[in-house]
Structures are given as structure tokens and as C-alpha cells.
């Protein structure tokens, strides 16, 4: 069973810094990208970033210059290292891997279970 699990969400205070974790486990063949995503109350999920397995990262704008994703490829884990958080940052964080489980499979989406990230003002 292919797991992500999420670490590092918590209560910060505005300007604050926060850093994701998120270590993939389980019978795979290969990862490709991974990234994250997030969802507030009563919104929909959203991109906030995407790392692919060449390091190339691709961010939200309303992130972008705050938030540094980064990857280290021997352990299966992706970072989220996030400064100068605002209250509308606050929402649910979720890891995502883009990965097969065997050579001869497609790569398929994989999700955590999110970690909650709560920026008080």
C-alpha cells in the first residue's frame, strides 16, 4: 500500500514561517512530480505548488516568494518551507505524488491525508 504521510502543519502567528513534510512509502516503482495543494473552508482545493523530479518548481501566484518547495528524491519526500504566512493561508495542506507502483503501470495520483495550517492574525 502506497502511503503519504504529512508533517509540520500547525498554529503560526501572521509573518510567521511554517515547513511541510511529506515522505511517500509503500511498493512504488517511480515518483515523478509531487506537490502540494490546499483547501479552505468553503473553497475549493487549490495548486500552491508543484515539484518535478528534475527540481523544477511551479507556484501559485499568491505564493509565490513566500513558499519553497523542495524535494529530496533518495528519501521520497517533499517540503514546503513557508514564510511570511497570512491569515489566508489558513487551510488544510495536502501532499500530492504523481507516481507508479511498477514499471508496467501508469503513473497515477496519489494524496495525503492533509495536515491543517492555521495563521492567526
Known amino acids: 500500500q502506497v502511503q503519504l504521510v504529512e508533517s509540520g502543519g500547525g498554529l503560526v502567528q501572521a509573518g510567521g514561517s511554517l515547513r511541510l513534510s511529506c515522505a511517500a512509502s509503500g511498493p512504488f516503482f517511480s515518483i515523478r512530480n509531487m506537490g502540494w495543494h490546499r483547501q479552505a473552508p468553503g473553497k475549493q482545493r487549490e495548486l500552491v505548488a508543484i515539484i518535478t523530479r528534475g527540481g523544477t518548481t511551479t507556484y501559485a501566484d499568491s505564493v509565490k516568494g513566500r513558499f519553497t518547495a523542495s524535494r529530496d528524491s533518495a528519501k521520497n519526500t517533499v517540503y514546503l518551507q513557508m514564510r511570511s504566512l497570512k491569515p489566508e493561508d489558513t487551510a488544510v495542506y495536502y501532499c500530492?505524488?504523481?507516481?507508479?507502483?511498477?514499471?508496467?503501470?501508469?503513473?497515477?495520483?496519489?494524496w495525503g491525508q492533509g495536515t491543517q495550517v492555521t495563521v492567526s492574525s
Open positions: 500530492n505524488a504523481d507516481l507508479k507502483t511498477t514499471m508496467w503501470k501508469d503513473y497515477n495520483d496519489y
